[in-house]
């Protein structure tokens, strides 16, 4: 093994490994805490195995402050995540966790960045009720969170729609593949009978063992020429290879990742790197072997370093590339040619090469709710009962009516028209490319706003680009609570991360197909100060812009910032405070 200050095994383990090897395969004493009246909360430690199992405690962040005043504990409630490849699931799968989240939850679904639903304000009262609820309707949660792989995104695609049929075949077999194989979950949630186990930890989880993964795991399934899930931000990235419209292999990229810690600067986002191409058939060896491979050289020292991204950067591409090459016991061929030309949605209605329609709607920042004169949820929740096809949930928290018939499409455009839904036609191309995560009041780890302030800042954003003529030119803006990056900021073209209430690190120049990192530009300001910056260089960018010219793109060629390619370079990059004349 080499030795490093990221892959050291010498260090003594993190307290989370002590919590995976004491768990039990994930179990813990998570039964018995859910049974307890006393506390809404469980213990600190079985929390961390209940992420595995597709949940986070969390408590409402808004009222803690009254809480502590009135002497009463946080007011915990539950985040549950569906396990769900590619994002797609049918109508009667919608009303369930449409039915759950009023029925148990806040009232709202979340669209997540990683396609799949998300519950919040589940009391721990009902949690196990609510998972079955799920299961039930043949989702799950497990491997969701938790230092696992977790679900495997692949390409909304809209168009070519065999194409689509097969690769999300792939990504949900690979996601079962990759599942962890304890029968931890279905003891707990489903009533199965826990059997006493004497098998060894090879035996129980093959590919995990009994402590899992250093840290969480991310693959993407990405078609060209879309690169609609970022796949250069997965840990594990396949680049479908297209001849003559058949698919004939991907390519794979390793080794990204959007997670840092403000201050650290041993830790950084990072982009994934392309190493090679294999067949379609061999998609699910080469992921377990690189699993295997981060599970025995991943840091299990220092969580902040753990990631299968340090790893590699850490020990270095060509190790990896001959570590990979030893364990397969063949080699991977040489990577072939594709183009990406956008990393977002399209929207509206397109006929794929099937014959159905599908509509690809905008829905800020992912939330499905009932608003002020927007009944969003009910018209969903109405389209559901009448659709025949499915729903697609997009990795920029979009979703698509997918695989309309012609003789659904008026009764489905009829209700689209009814409750006011769009396809993005009433708002301008920056929020129809903006994304947040959730941030406050339910995520622990924000420092500032994100899902309930991007919408009003883009507003203001928006006055500006009338004023430079850019209202209809695609930017990509998005906006993160934390530095751990679930919105991946760090891969716009205009990013905001928390560092407090109110106040954010600017970043700018990020790639508009996602394959280049932005620069940090300005730290801890706040709102008038953001306007203030950003304005000058809009209107400068609306006259100085060369034709077909991105925003990332321009602010790299005019000098605010530096190009970065590596996150190796991210915190050396400099901004026009030293470079631009």
């Known amino acids: 093994m080499v030795k490093n200050k990221t892959t050291d095994q010498t260090n003594p383990p993190s307290d989370m490994e002590r919590i995976k090897k004491e768990g039990d395969y994930l179990r813990g004493t998570i039964k018995e805490g859910l ?259 981060q599970r025995d050289y991943g840091n299990r020292s220092n969580r902040k370093n753990a990631r299968f991204k340090y790893t590699i950067d850490a020990n270095g591409l060509d190790w990896f590339k001959q570590e990979l090459t030893t364990r397969l016991g063949w080699e991977i061929e040489e990577a072939r040619t594709f183009e990406f030309d956008h990393n977002g949605d399209r929207y509206g209605w397109v006929k794929g090469d099937n014959g159905n329609w599908h509509l690809t709607l905008f829905i800020q920042n992912g939330r499905v709710a009932d608003f002020e004169n927007y009944a969003l949820k009910t018209g969903l929740r109405e389209i559901a009962k009448a659709h025949t096809g499915d729903f697609r949930l997009t990795a920029n928290q979009n979703l698509i009516i997918a695989n309309v018939t012609s003789r659904k499409k008026k009764e489905i455009k009829e209700l689209v028209e009814k409750y006011g839904m769009t396809a993005g036609e009433n708002h301008s191309a920056l929020r129809r490319n903006s994304m947040a995560c959730v941030a406050f009041p339910t995520c622990a780890l924000a420092m500032a706003e994100s899902e309930r302030y991007l919408p009003s800042l883009v507003d203001k954003i928006e006055v500006i680009l009338d004023e430079a003529g850019l209202n209809e030119q695609e930017i990509v ?25 109110g106040k954010y690190n600017m970043y700018l120049g990020g790639g508009f197909t996602g394959d280049r990192l932005n620069s940090l530009y300005r730290e801890n300001i706040a709102e008038e100060e953001i306007l203030e910056i950003l304005r000058p260089i809009l209107i400068a960018y609306g006259k100085e812009r060369n034709v077909g010219e991105h925003f990332g793109d321009y602010v790299v060629r005019a000098g605010y910032v530096e190009e970065v390619l590596s996150g190796l370079d991210f915190h050396a990059a400099k901004t026009d405070l030293f470079v631009k004349k």
């Not at 059997?195 to 930890?201: A, E, F, G, I």
């Not at 998005?478 to 073209?493: F, I, T, V």
Request: proline residues 5%.
């Open 35 to 293: 049974e307890d009246r006393i506390t809404a909360a469980i213990s600190d430690d079985d929390n961390k195995l209940l992420k595995f199992h597709g949940s986070y405690q969390q408590d409402d962040r808004d009222l803690r402050d009254e809480r502590r005043r009135q002497k009463l504990e946080p007011a915990y409630q539950f985040m549950i995540r569906a396990r769900m490849p590619g994002g797609i699931a049918t109508p009667d799968q919608w009303l369930v966790m449409d039915d759950i989240s009023e029925k148990h939850g806040n009232g709202t679904l979340k669209l997540t960045t990683r396609q799949t639903f998300q519950l919040h304000g589940i009391l721990k009262w009902n949690l196990k009720e609510t998972m079955q609820g799920i299961n039930n309707a043949l989702l799950d949660t497990l491997a969701a969170c938790g230092d696992v792989n977790r679900n495997v995104m692949c390409n909304s695609n809209p168009f070519q729609s065999e194409i689509h049929t097969e690769v999300h075949q792939i990504a949900s077999d690979l996601s079962n593949h990759l599942t962890p194989k304890t029968r931890a979950y279905h003891e707990i949630w489903l009533d199965e009978e826990k059997v006493v186990d004497s098998r060894t930890p090879e035996e129980i989880e093959p590919m995990y063992k009994d402590l899992y993964l250093p840290r969480k795991f991310k693959i993407g399934i990405a078609v060209p020429p879309s690169n609609d899930i970022d796949v250069y931000s997965q840990d594990l990235g396949f680049i479908a290879i297209l001849e003559e419209g058949k698919l004939q292999g991907f390519n794979v990229a390793v080794g990204g990742g959007m997670g840092m810690t403000h201050g650290d600067t041993s830790t950084y986002p990072q982009v994934s790197r392309v190493i090679g191409y294999i067949p379609t058939e061999k998609i699910n060896e080469v992921s377990e072997t690189i699993i295997t491979i």
């Open 477 to 501: 803006i998005r906006m993160s609570g934390c530095p751990n990056g679930c919105s991946r900021p760090a891969l716009a073209e205009i990013a905001f991360i928390g560092k407090a209430p």
